[in-house]
């Protein structure tokens, strides 16, 4: 069994969260950004399906990708010296959110439906959430968003309706986080989840304990990561 939180209930400790599934650790609450920003603090994040009541979770091992580990192809890096795409920051953020919950080959859509549409603009609003999108010919073709707080960053989504467009995206990303790098932290991307995609890409799965440890320090940094042009 799993908690069901009211309004105001803190998250139970991620160690409480089941094995299968993975990570589930507790339903109910809302998604005002007041809840999302303490699950995200506390490694937690919500996912469930259009109906179904809000769902939480925190699996045991957990993706990340550190940007010194993303890799970036020959033909990728060519693309980006070509110069053809152009990457814009928080221009079309609910365009972005909105491309990643469009259906996507047989699948007839995604977890992100309006009221997460709705909170997730709440955050960027606010400066915790943001979009990295690329641009061909004046037309959105690819793109993520992500949340950030203090030095720790959150993929969310990203969709590609060209070749490479996401991953252009996600180069540009990863590739700001390591001018930020500083001292002896290593920033992370959280990927929340394993997939094959994104472990083409560089991400690996490593402990939830481990990675608690590192996003509460990168969530106390001073300052907050700015997505830039």
């Not at 606010?126 to 959105?140: F, I, N, P």
């Not at 994104?198 to 106390?220: K, Q």
Request: with cysteine; aromatic share 10%.
């Amino acid at each position: 069994m799993i908690p069901w939180l009211t309004d105001n209930a803190p998250f139970p400790p991620v160690t409480q969260a089941l094995r299968e599934p993975n990570g589930l650790l507790a339903a109910g609450g809302d998604l005002s950004s007041a809840r999302l920003l303490e699950a995200y603090r506390h490694g937690i994040f919500p996912w469930f399906s259009p109906g179904d009541p809000v769902l939480w979770w925190s699996p045991d091992p957990r993706m990340v990708l550190i940007p010194d580990e993303f890799k970036l192809s020959d033909s990728l890096a060519k693309i980006l010296r070509n110069g053809a795409f152009e990457v814009r920051t928080d221009t079309a953020f609910e365009q972005v959110m909105r491309a990643c919950a469009a259906p996507r080959g047989e699948q007839p859509g995604t977890w992100i439906d309006e009221q997460m549409i709705a909170a997730y603009c709440a955050l960027h609003q606010s400066g915790y959430a943001h979009s990295v999108e690329t641009w061909l010919d004046g037309k959105l073709v690819g793109g993520l968003y992500c949340v950030a707080i203090g030095q720790m960053c959150y993929g969310e989504s990203m969709f590609s309706l060209v070749s490479n467009a996401s991953k252009i995206a996600l180069a540009h990303l990863t590739r700001q986080m390591r001018h930020w790098q500083s001292g002896s932290s290593t920033l992370m991307i959280d990927c929340q989840m394993y997939t094959p995609h994104l472990a083409s890409l560089g991400a690996r799965l490593i402990p939830r304990e481990e990675f608690i440890g590192r996003l509460e320090e990168l969530v106390e940094k001073n300052g907050q990561l700015i997505i830039d042009n």
